[in-house]
């Protein structure tokens, strides 16, 4: 793969909405609560043309009232076709603004730092936004979630500048089934514009997983992403960690 294949590749893995509930790409509308905090600790072990990548994110959420939350997320490139880093940290919030019989909406800003380095893919060089509507709707053990999304990005290379897309849209959708108090399976489908004007196939994913919950405190999960294309990864696997105190 040439390494302009390949920061092509990292940057459209960048703009993906990854602070959704792990191991889902799509975000809920649930927020913490006021006073509450929350931990999540994730990687991600992916391949596309053969070659890999191996990431992973922390994100601190603090709720500032019971219906808004702020977050801050770290994303790390462990290993990549361009070499290991940090990629491009951020500040968001989360504002639920409706919530009715199970159905509710939350609009979701945020804002990244330039700490990634643009060389290698792991950043904009530049700080760049997004903003997220999303849409939840709970019905007995079943959970559904749809995103519809914008990210605005900023780019400090001339190259990227003339070859990339400075507004990205995104659209995904998911659903939780709840096996019992400790147990749920998930589901998630998405796809988004790609992030370079001469490719005109837009990203898409499908993907499974499991989130178990020993006790309020605690959610291990474990997911498989499958891309549609091949714009998008070829296969992801992922674990993560979150802790709500």
Known sequence: MKKTSCIAWLLCAAIAP?????????????VQ???????????????????????????????????LDLFANVP????????SGMGDASLGAKWRF????????????????????????????RASA???LLGSYETGPWTWHANLGI???????EEDIASRRSRIWRTSAATWYAVNEQW???????????????NRTWPSYALLGVIWSPNESVDLDVGYKAGLN???VTRQIGVGITLHF
């Open 33 to 67: 609560g006021e006073g509450r905090h929350q931990l999540e600790m994730n990687t991600d072990w992916s391949r596309q043309s053969g070659q890999p990548s191996h990431v992973g994110a922390v994100t601190y959420t603090y709720g500032v009232t019971d219906k």
């Open 184 to 198: 749920k399976l998930v589901g998630d489908i998405g796809v988004a514009q790609n992030s370079e004007h001469a």
């Open 18 to 30: 990854a602070y959704a509930a792990h191991p889902l790409v799509t975000d809920d509308t649930g």
């Open 98 to 125: 409706h919530d009715d019989q199970g159905f509710s909406l939350a609009l979701k800003p945020e804002f990244f730092s330039t700490s990634g380095d643009p060389e290698r893919g792991h950043g904009n060089g």
């Open 230 to 232: 091949k714009a998008e």
């Open 130 to 132: 997004a903003l997220s």
């Open 76 to 83: 790390q490139f462990f290993a990549s076709p361009t070499g």
């Open 151 to 157: 990210n605005i990005n900023r780019y400090a290379r």
